[in-house]
């Protein structure tokens, strides 16, 4: 009985304190200070970029995503999304030796009557990949492993600069 009141005591007293410094928890990806409310996904439906931007954004919980371009009050357009893999450098024989891995998205914010909330943005992630010919199975997994955190990354930036957006006064949109 007297442990359970210790230990009621000892949470109430740790919430309080974690209150009081300023302390939240990490479910406000967006902000809630967005111009909008609800936002349409203009990504194929077989993009796993566009999937996981989806799953990011359903589990904020402070966007609605629309099916329709007509319903949503945004439209997330992804303009480009373009992967590539170039030679680094080679050995003495001429074989590849390290490869950079690049991944560029470009994406922009804007409602249906045209306004831009974010300008096309080009978001460029470059990963260096080590290459070994005796290990060409291993070499691929990590390549695609790479491309995955890449994705992640650019999902996590994506949703940043949406996070970023200001309210567009009517009176300058005109």
């Known amino acids: 009985m007297l442990k359970n009141r210790r230990l ?35 990504a194929p439906a077989n993009s796993t970029l566009g999937s996981e931007l989806r799953r990011y954004i359903r589990g904020s919980g402070e966007l609605a995503i629309k099916d329709r371009p007509e319903e949503a009050e945004a439209i997330l357009d992804i303009v480009s999304e373009v992967r590539n893999k170039v030679i680094l450098s080679l050995n003495s024989q001429g074989r590849v030796r ?13 409602n249906n009557a045209g306004i831009e909330y974010m300008p096309p943005t080009t978001l460029i992630l470059k990963r260096d990949l080590s290459y070994n010919e005796a290990q060409v199975l291993a070499k691929e997994s990590e390549e695609a492993m790479l491309y995955r955190d890449m994705q992640s990354d650019l999902v996590q930036q994506i949703l940043r600069r949406i996070a970023a957006i200001k309210p567009v006064d009517n009176a300058t949109a005109d």
């Open 98 to 110: 390290e490869y950079v891995l690049n991944y560029n998205v470009t994406v922009r914010v804007r």
């Open 8 to 42: 009621l005591t000892l949470a109430l007293a740790s919430s309080l304190l974690l209150s009081a410094c300023g302390f939240k928890l990490r479910g406000t990806i967006l902000g809630g200070d967005l111009p909008f409310k609800s936002i349409y996904i203009a």
